[in-house]
């Protein structure tokens, strides 16, 4: 069973920065993705942004294409997210998720991965 374990998350003001980190207890060979997912209390989990780990594609949600950077280090089994440019509409729980036989066009739907981490909160406030 895979394990992920997020970190990062805290409060910062608008338009400041985090970069959360999401490290894995084991990586699968076969089109493996990970992907960050965030849910508001009461809502669903929403996309934000996946990488395969093979060739290195990457999705974005389109509320943060541009101020969120999606990145991974295969020595380290971990994927990062910087959040640049925060508003408090990115106020939510961040989970990081992923997965194996993952093909490109799945790599936004949350039922694509298997293995989800305990989340981290980020909170943007004045």
């Known amino acids: 069973q895979v394990q992920l374990a997020e970190s990062g998350g805290g409060s910062v003001q608008p338009g400041g920065s985090l970069r959360l980190s999401c490290v894995a207890s084991e990586r699968s060979t076969n089109s493996y993705a990970t992907a960050w997912f965030r849910q508001v209390d009461g809502g669903g989990r929403e996309f934000v942004a996946a990488?395969?780990?093979?060739?290195?594609?990457?999705r974005y949600a389109d509320s943060v294409k541009g101020r969120f950077t999606i990145s991974k280090d295969s020595a380290r089994n971990t994927m990062y997210l910087q959040m640049n440019s925060l508003k408090p509409e990115d106020t939510a729980v961040y989970y990081c998720?992923?997965?194996?036989?993952?093909?490109?066009?799945?790599?936004?739907?949350?039922?694509?991965?298997?293995?989800w981490g305990q989340g981290t909160q980020v909170t943007v406030s004045s």
């Open positions: 998720a992923a997965g194996s036989g993952i093909i490109l066009s799945s790599l936004t739907r949350r039922d694509a991965y298997a293995h």
């Open positions: 990488i395969r780990w093979s060739g290195g594609t990457t």
